[in-house]
């Protein structure tokens, strides 16, 4: 693992802002799987502002998305559905040939879960895939558990996902989430790993001691052969 600890959150998304670019200048129809939360907004900042200088960089580009809070409405302003259409996808002009992602409010999540499969079955595996480290080292909506699934799933959401800013300021609370697997990031060509917010610093630790532990699904990183982690200076001090 590729680990780099950047001065600030600005100079920590403008690194990531790189990694994504120079892997879209070598495959033009990159395969993208993207995080949501405070994390890669930055990221995601500055790829618009480069779409604006260079939009057909981002011409063949396509977009899977990462995780979802589930039993709420499609576009309910929290849903990670609503983030990355606002930080991602129309600013950078992806169309829906070339986006897909789990629905909130889908019928049967079961079926919705199958067809994301199918999809990376078809599209896949991911050539990079942007992850962000949860608070008590979950991986998308792979939580901490005796045991992991490999692929797509509905996932019982703990207490601690619950608290997430994006959760915590809903009205009408997610009753389950819908993420990719862990074989399913893992098989990812490249994966991009950011890590801000200071009450991470424990969380961090105990991801840096290279111990692999199903409780803290972040570890399974360290199997793979190309991972790089950005870390903000502040959440190790």
Same mark, same amino acid.
């Given at each position: ?68 809070? +589930? ?29 897909? +992602? ?31 480290? +949860? ?45 990719? +697997? ?12 950011l890590i801000t917010g200071n009450e991470k610093r424990k969380i961090v630790d105990k991801f840096l001691s290279e ?27």
């Amino acid at each position: 693992m590729e680990i780099e600890l950047c001065e600030s959150y600005e100079a920590l998304s403008l690194k990531a802002s790189e990694v994504v670019l120079n892997e879209l200048e070598k495959k033009r129809d990159l395969l993208l799987c993207t995080a949501t939360g405070n994390s890669p907004t930055g990221t995601y900042r500055l790829l618009g502002e480069k779409f604006k200088l260079h939009p057909e960089l981002f011409d063949q580009l396509h977009v899977v998305k990462l995780d979802e809070w +589930g039993g709420i409405p499609h576009m309910h302003p929290g849903t990670c559905e609503s983030y990355l259409q606002g930080h991602l996808i129309r600013p950078l002009e992806i169309n829906q040939s070339r986006y897909t +992602g789990f629905k909130s409010d889908a019928e049967n999540p079961a079926m919705e879960c199958q067809a994301i499969q199918d999809y990376l079955n078809r599209k896949g595996p991911i050539d990079l895939c942007i992850l962000g480290l +949860g608070i008590n080292g979950h991986l998308a909506f792979n939580e901490p558990s005796d045991d992991l699934q490999a692929h797509c799933h509905i996932a019982r959401l703990t207490s601690a996902s619950m608290k997430h800013s994006m959760a915590s300021e809903m009205q009408v609370k997610p009753t389950y989430g819908l993420t990719l +697997g862990i074989a399913d990031i893992l098989q990812s060509k490249k994966i991009l790993m950011l890590i801000t917010g200071n009450e991470k610093r424990k969380i961090v630790d105990k991801f840096l001691s290279e111990k692999i532990t199903t409780l803290l699904p972040a570890s399974f990183l360290w199997l793979h052969p190309n991972v790089v982690c950005l870390i903000e200076k502040d959440t190790m001090e």
